[in-house]
């Protein structure tokens, strides 16, 4: 049995045929973690979708409106950058279905994992980069209202700056937001994260763990949080296809041991979501999401011996 529960459903399949991302990982994902024997059908959970009220809490009840009636125009539907079907918003209702349950297990279990989610580029009134609603912010906002934490951080590491988090959260004192990634790279314009951490083109591991690793010092000396999400990208990976960066498997690998760490050392839950990954090989980017959940687990039982 895991240390953490894995939160998991078939239909987060985002049904995007062939495209740059590669939705079916979150079933590849799935189905080789068990291969491995890294986890038993127990170590699952199945998440319900994410109720409207708390779609709503984060986002226009106009977007919402079009999303679920089909309306949306062609140029929003372009922004997305993902195909619009039926499927897509069943996935999409899931994946932050999924996120408010890996949230509230995290606080009970002190880490989890949602194998989806993680979906930074969505704003309260439009879709854009692949991300349509933002299962963050909405387990965030569902966590705050129903008083189970009263704040919490987001600590982003995909390649692609946060910016649908730092539009929603900005000006929002409860919820600190940390991105570092790649200047030279989409999204633009990126509004202001709590902490932005602009790296230039190529930077590889080492440079990229010490810079990582002083801004963690310094966002938990600034910020206390009750839980932090995870917003574990795979794409700062040399060998993808949207990134820039030029971290090896290994890296990438420490970079996650590194924020389960901060957390652990700070005692806060930490939330596992995946976001990008564009590998040319798609089994590279499951195998980088695998090592995200391997080092939760890690840090996960490191937990369980201190306690
Ligand atoms: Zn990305």
Redesign the pocket.
Known sequence: MLPLKLVYHDRYDLNLGSHVFPSQKYRMIHDQLLADGIATADDFLVPEPAADADILRVHSQDYVYKLKHGSLTHEEILRMEVPYSRELITACWLAAGGSILAGRRALEDGCAANIGGGF??AYPDHGE?FCVIHDVAVAIRHLQFHRAIENAMVVDT???QGNGTAAIFGGDGTVFTLSI?QEHN?PYPKPASTMDVNLPDGVGDDNYLAILEKHLHEAFREFSPQILFYVA?A?PYREDQ??GLALTMEGLARRDALVFDYARRHNVPAVITL????ARRVADTVRIHINTILAGCAAARQRTTQS
């Open positions: 930074h580029h980069g995909d390649v692609h990634h989409y990208g794409d949207l990134g976001a990008g990954g564009y």
